[in-house]
C-alpha cells in the first residue's frame, strides 16, 4: 500500500473521516526517556499547531519490596507546587528549548493521574517515553505506559528508548508509518490516525 492516499476510512454514511489532533498530553518523569518523548510531542505539536500540555506526577506507588517496611504509605515531603512546576520547566527547556507549552503537577497514582489529565484537557493524543523494562523490574516497577495504553479514550504514542531524534520541526517525524489490522472497528479507527500521520508528513502507509 504506497501511500495514506490509497486508503480512506469512512463512517457509517460513508463520509472520509479524519483524525485531529489540537491537544496534546505528553507525561513525562524528567528521565531521559522522557525527554525523547517530548521532542515527538513537540514536533507534533508544530506539525499539528496543537496546544502542548506537559504534565508531571509526583508518585505515591510504593514498590513491592517496601510493602514489608511500610504496611501504610511512608511519610514523604509535603509537595511545593512551584518547586516542582519551576523543575519542570527547566527540564522542558534542557530537553526541547524555547517550547510552547502548559505545565501542569500533580500527586498521586502516576497512570491514574496521566488518565484524570487527559480526560480533563481533554487531549485528543498522549505522548508519553517508555523505560523498556521487563521482567522481574517491570513486575517490581509497573508499566505506568501499558495501563494508560489500555485505559486511554484517546490515542497513546509510547516512545521507546531505541527511537531515533525527530526530523526538525516543523517537518512531521514519520515518514513511514506500519499499521497492523484485523478488519475490525478498532482496526479503523487505528487506520484514521495512521492515515492522517501519513498524510501529513506526505508518507507512505
Not at 517515553?129 to 501499558?146: D, I, M, P, Y
Not at 521507546?160 to 515518514?175: D, G, Q, R, W
Request: net charge neutral; hydrophobic share 45%.
Amino acid at each position: 500500500l504506497r501511500t495514506a492516499r490509497v486508503l480512506t476510512p469512512t463512517d457509517r454514511q460513508g463520509r472520509s473521516v479524519m483524525a485531529r489532533f489540537d491537544r496534546i498530553l505528553c507525561p513525562v518523569d524528567k528521565s531521559d526517556f522522557s525527554v525523547r518523548a517530548l521532542q515527538y510531542a513537540v514536533a507534533l505539536q508544530q506539525s499539528y499547531r496543537a496546544e502542548l500540555a506537559v504534565l508531571t506526577v509526583r508518585p505515591r506507588e510504593i514498590p513491592p519490596v517496601l510493602w514489608t517496611e511500610y504496611p501504610v504509605a511512608p511519610p514523604i515531603n509535603p509537595m511545593d507546587p512551584d518547586v516542582e512546576e519551576a523543575e519542570l520547566r527547566g527540564f522542558i527547556h534542557q530537553a526541547v528549548g524555547a517550547a510552547l507549552a502548559k505545565v501542569s503537577v500533580r500527586e498521586g497514582f502516576v497512570s491514574r493521574e496521566i488518565l484524570e489529565a487527559a480526560h480533563v484537557i481533554p487531549a485528543d493524543l498522549i505522548v508519553m517515553g517508555t523505560h523498556g523494562a521487563s521482567g522481574f523490574e517491570r513486575w517490581l516497577l509497573g508499566s505506568v505506559a501499558e495501563t494508560v495504553l489500555r485505559h486511554a479514550a484517546c490515542p497513546t504514542l509510547t516512545v521507546p528508548p531505541s527511537a531515533l531524534e525527530p526530523t526538525e520541526a516543523p517537518v512531521p517525524p514519520f515518514k513511514t508509518i506500519l499499521c497492523a489490522i484485523d478488519f475490525s472497528r478498532d482496526s479503523q479507527r487505528a487506520l484514521v490516525v495512521a492515515q492522517d500521520l501519513a498524510r501529513a508528513g506526505g508518507g507512505r502507509l
